[in-house]
């Protein structure tokens, strides 16, 4: 397993923007499809963004409309979410999370690939 920290989370106006930062300790970074989750009270967690070993292949959730970007170094270990215009509905913890991956281009979007997850972020937009 990986062990993983966020950062970045906050109190923000809606409209305003927050970008998250996952670090990860591992020696084999690349060996892992990362991705960003978050779950808000009493609802489950969904998937948010994931992207690919390589980096190349990304996903992001129909919901955010344009309004998240997922990105991720290798050489330092790091997988970034930028949130753009958020919204009051955004507010969630935000987990990242890995998964072991077999092709360079894979990426997941179902919670059920990852086994190594952070502590989580608190996002918090108010209106």
């Known amino acids: 397993q990986v062990q993983l920290v966020e950062s970045g989370g906050g109190l923000v106006q809606a409209g305003g923007s927050l970008n998250l930062s996952c670090a990860a300790s591992?020696?084999?970074?690349?060996?892992?499809?990362m991705g960003w989750f978050r779950q808000a009270p009493g609802k489950e967690r969904e998937v948010v963004a994931a992207?690919?070993?390589?980096?190349?292949?990304?996903y992001h959730a129909g919901f955010l409309k344009g309004r998240f970007t997922i990105s991720r170094d290798n050489a330092k270990n790091t997988v970034v979410l930028r949130m753009n215009n958020l919204k009051p509905e955004d507010t969630a913890v935000y987990y990242c999370?890995?998964?072991?991956?077999?092709?360079?281009?894979?990426?997941?979007?179902?919670?059920?690939?990852?086994?190594?997850w952070g502590q989580g972020t608190q996002v918090t937009v108010s209106s």
């Open positions: 591992t020696q084999s970074f690349t060996d892992y499809a």
């Open positions: 992207i690919s070993r390589s980096g190349v292949d990304t």
């Open positions: 999370a890995a998964a072991l991956g077999f092709q360079m281009s894979d990426y997941f979007t179902s919670r059920i690939m990852y086994d190594s």
